[in-house]
Each structure stands twice: as structure tokens, then as C-alpha cells.
């Protein structure tokens, strides 16, 4: 199971720095919530989407609408029946089918919900999964919360194998106890043994850790030092963290 | 030398935190349930519940909100991170604040039942809520039963996996204080 979810690419985003993005990613998906008007919300999109064009190349781009496109033809299907006043587009005998008033209301949360998931994405995207953690670090994340953060990366892979064979085993026990057709009450059952079988084996190596973080001196009261730091990639991060400020204000005072 | 008491119980609710919350991730993406509707629910409630019953509110607000969180990251849905970390976090510590409030360490089966509801609540009417910001609260309504359904499973198989642990692996009750 691959926990990473750095892809490989070029451009600006890739040289900013992990704190200067995370703070202009803050303020963008707080800039889509302001009214502002509708076009610029597209406009904001359209931008997330050719740095992540430029960043990882057409296919790629396409990936977060595939993942919320379900939630697209909902939005579709359900908003425009919802608003049923203002000036008709679209009329089928006496049924009133489509108003302005839902057409742009369905623009904005579109425009909203693409925007978030692109600027979303493009963080995870662009920035490795240790540099955002060291980042919520510099944020003021306390040491063992990071500590937490970086042990459950470790161990994903480790249950999630783990788990994969105790299924594996149980499936061989199952289909020669419960031959047949199985209903959906018997699967919810059948996955109890091995939920059951995964929690223990990951429960059980739980002293193990907590003795190896004992050995590497955990809860001495001498204050800890970091290994790993983050540097400012592309300049200084003073800039950086300015620059980040200045795009949502300068957006948002073009776009009211 | 021998470490003091407190740095023992740092170091073993840090690792209890940590294992708990790569079991949500896992559960969250890939032990995943089919429904008579076609589709799938994950596993992750059950997690959350069962960290609830036996360990508190703070192990399963940690492990439940950051699990998730990481499971969004991980699976794609990075803008639903932030918004799962609060759902699941607040879901994981009512439910046990509740479940724990009279019966001391062991929950009782009808406080536990009553947590569990209250806690399909709060992450059906959280993902409403959040769904209702994100894409429109006439939109965010077709994800209610399947929340529903899953928080639904969650609550009793937690409950069910919570009493199996516990007879499978007694010495959890350490881990536990």
C-alpha cells in the first residue's frame, strides 16, 4: 500500500516552500466562501488547473474531477429543482424546469467545490508527505502530535499487509463453513473474526513501540531536538510567506 | 535505568495513538463492506467505536479524526481532509464520553448503544453540514443513508468487536489504563 502522495513533476509549486503553500491554501479556500463574484471563482479554478496541468501533465489534471464527478451530476440533477423562482430558461408544458437564479447558484457551488478540490490536491500533490508534516510543526503542531503522525505513516503499510493475509486466511475458513450464496447479513458477520483477528495483531505490537520510543529516550525531561528540518526552498521564506498573503487579497480585490 | 511511570504511559498512549490511527487508515481504504445498493462502506466507524469503548476519548478523537484525515489524503479526497479530522474526532470523543460516563473504565451495553447512536448522528449531520457548505445542501442529502448505513454498521460491529478483543486478548485492559 503506497502512502505517498507526492507525484513527481515541475514548476513554481514545487520550489515553494511547504509553510508558504499550506498559508496561501488557507486563505484561497477562505477566499471561495467571501462573496466574491462567480467568474472569479471560475477564474481561481481554471488556475488550479493549469498549474496542475503544467505540474503533472493533462492526465493527471483530470484525476480529482473523475474522483468528485459523481458529485457533480448530483449537484446537477438536485440544485436546479430546488430553486423554483426567478426568470425561466427552461420550460416543459406546465413544469418549470430551469431558472437564471438556479443556473447561477449551481455555477457557484461548482466553481467552489472544483476550486477546493483543486487546491487541495495540488498541496498533497506538490509537497511531500514529511515536509508537510515538519510545516505543521513550524505551525506550532506539538512534538509528540508529529511523532504520532510520522509512527501511523510507518505502520499503514505493516497492517494494511497485516490485514491482507489475515482475509486471506479467514476467506479459506468461511467458504467452507458458510457454502452458497452469501446474504449481506452473513458478510457483515464474516467480517467480524477478522476485524477482530487485525486488531489484535496491531494491538499486540503496540508494548513493542512504546518500548522502542522508551529506548530512544521519550519522556526525558531534557528538552528534544529535532532531526530533520525544513528548509526555504526557492528564496527566503519571509517572501514567500508574503507572496502567499498578497495572491488571495489581490484575488479578492479583483474579484469583488 | 528505569524510566518513570509517567514516561512509560507517555510512550505507550504515543503508540497506541499511532498503531490506532494506521488501523482507521486501513480500515477506512481497504476492508470495505458491499451494500445491497451496489456500492461499498468503509470500515472506519468500527475502529473509531471500538478505540471509544476501550481506550477514551482522546485516543479515539486522535486515532478517529486523524485516521481519516490521512485516509482522505491518501485516497484522493484531499479536500475532505481537514472536514473528516473535525467529523470523526468529535465523533469518536462524544462517543466515549458517553459510553464511559457512568460505568467507570468497562462501558455498559445500553450507554454503549446510546453513544453509538449519538455518534451516527454527529457524522451523518457533520457530513450534511459539510456537504451542505461544500456542494449544496440539496446535494449533500443523497449521501445521508449511505452515512447512515455505515456509521449504522459501524456502532454494531463495534460494539461486537470491542467484546471479542477483550475475550481474544485480556491483557488490552493494561493498555487501556
Same mark, same amino acid.
Do not use: M
Given at each position: 500500500m503506497t502512502t505517498s502522495t507526492f507525484i513527481a513533476g515541475k514548476g513554481v509549486l514545487y520550489r515553494t516552500d511547504a509553510r508558504a503553500k499550506l498559508l496561501a491554501l488557507i486563505l484561497l479556500c477562505v477566499l471561495v466562501f467571501l462573496p466574491v463574484s462567480t467568474g472569479g471563482i471560475w477564474i481561481l479554478f481554471g488556475m488550479a488547473w493549469v498549474l496542475a496541468y503544467h505540474a503533472t501533465g493533462f492526465r493527471q489534471a483530470m484525476q480529482p474531477v473523475k474522483s468528485i464527478l459523481f458529485m457533480l451530476i448530483i449537484m446537477t440533477l438536485f440544485t436546479p429543482f $430546488?430553486? *423554483?423562482? &426567478? $426568470?425561466?430558461v427552461l420550460q416543459l408544458g406546465s413544469h418549470l424546469m430551469l431558472t437564471r437564479e438556479a443556473l447561477e447558484n449551481l455555477s457557484i457551488l461548482m466553481a467552489r467545490f472544483l476550486s477546493i478540490t483543486y487546491l487541495c490536491t495540488l498541496y498533497v500533490w506538490t509537497t511531500p508527505m514529511a515536509d508537510i508534516n515538519l510545516a505543521l510543526r513550524w505551525y506550532g503542531l506539538s512534538y509528540r502530535a508529529a511523532l504520532v503522525l510520522t509512527l501511523a505513516f510507518r505502520f499503514i503499510p505493516f497492517i494494511a499487509d497485516s490485514f491482507a493475509m489475515i482475509q486471506d486466511s479467514h476467506a479459506l475458513r468461511t467458504s467452507a463453513i458458510h457454502a452458497g450464496k452469501k446474504t449481506w447479513k452473513r458478510k457483515i458477520a464474516d467480517v467480524v473474526p477478522t476485524v477482530t483477528a487485525a486488531l489484535v495483531f496491531a494491538l499486540k505490537s503496540i508494548p513493542y513501540l512504546a518500548m522502542s520510543l522508551e529506548h530512544r &529516550? +521519550? &519522556? *526525558? +525531561?531534557q528538552k528534544r531536538t529535532s532531526f530533520r528540518h525544513l528548509p526555504a526552498r526557492g528564496g527566503f521564506l519571509f517572501t514567500q510567506m508574503v507572496v502567499s498573503v498578497m495572491i488571495p487579497t489581490v484575488l479578492w480585490v479583483l474579484f469583488t | 535505568m528505569q524510566q518513570p511511570l509517567e514516561s512509560r504511559l507517555t510512550a505507550i498512549r504515543i503508540a497506541l495513538t499511532a498503531v490506532l490511527t494506521a488501523v482507521v487508515v486501513v480500515f477506512t481504504l481497504i476492508v470495505r463492506v458491499p451494500t445491497p445498493i451496489k456500492g461499498y462502506i468503509s470500515l472506519c466507524d468500527v475502529v473509531i467505536t471500538f478505540s471509544a469503548f476501550l481506550f477514551g476519548p482522546w485516543v479515539a478523537a486522535i486515532a478517529g479524526g486523524v485516521g481519516t484525515g490521512i485516509a482522505d489524503l491518501i485516497g484522493g479526497y484531499a479536500q475532505w481532509a481537514p472536514l473528516s479530522f473535525i467529523i470523526h474526532g468529535l465523533q469518536g470523543l462524544l462517543i466515549a464520553l458517553i459510553a464511559r460516563s457512568k460505568a467507570g473504565k468497562d462501558a455498559k451495553l445500553l450507554l454503549m448503544i446510546l453513544a453509538g447512536v449519538i455518534g451516527m448522528l454527529v457524522m451523518t449531520g457533520g457530513y450534511y453540514l459539510a456537504g451542505g457548505f461544500l456542494y449544496g445542501f440539496e446535494a449533500a442529502l443523497v449521501e445521508i443513508p449511505l452515512n447512515l448505513m455505515q456509521s449504522g454498521v459501524g456502532v454494531i460491529l463495534g460494539i461486537a468487536v470491542s467484546k471479542a478483543v477483550l475475550k481474544a486478548y485480556p491483557p488490552v485492559r493494561a493498555l487501556a489504563q
Open positions: $430546488t430553486y *423554483r423562482e &426567478g $426568470t425561466v &529516550g +521519550l &519522556g *526525558r +525531561l | -
